[in-house]
């Protein structure tokens, strides 16, 4: 259960995440030995991250943290979703993904290559 307002913002953030991508919350928020992550859905793990400051500082180790753990899941993508608390009741949410994972979706998406001339 938990504490304070803050993991209670960020309980509910894992939930929606879990909610729009179709998975499931990870018990303990993924502090168990043998699931890791905030998030798992169909092919992908989800790290949360949530703040009601003005920025968030995105560590290379955060990431690599949570790309290992897909690794060693055998999970084929992964994400880490922070979420902006901007105001009551507003709040903004980002996808941080790896770079060529951003190029595949957006080449399926009929994105295509490059820029337009």
């Not at 929606?16 to 919350?25: H, Q």
């Not at 899941?73 to 994972?101: C, K």
Request: contains cysteine; hydrophobic residues 25%; proline residues 4%.
């Amino acid at each position: 259960m938990p504490k304070n307002h803050g993991q209670r913002q960020s309980r509910r953030q894992e939930r929606r995440a879990a909610e729009d991508l179709g998975g499931r919350t990870t018990p303990a928020s993924g502090a168990t030995p043998h699931i890791k992550g905030d998030v798992q859905a169909p092919g992908l793990k989800v790290e949360c991250k949530t703040t009601s400051g003005l920025s968030y500082s995105l560590k290379r180790k955060e990431l690599e943290k949570i790309q290992m753990e897909a690794l060693t899941e055998g999970v084929q993508d992964w994400a880490m979703q922070v979420e902006y608390h901007l105001s009551p009741g507003f709040n903004r949410r980002y996808a941080v993904i790896d770079w060529l994972t951003y190029l595949d979706l957006r080449e399926r998406s009929g994105g295509g290559h490059g820029q337009e001339n």
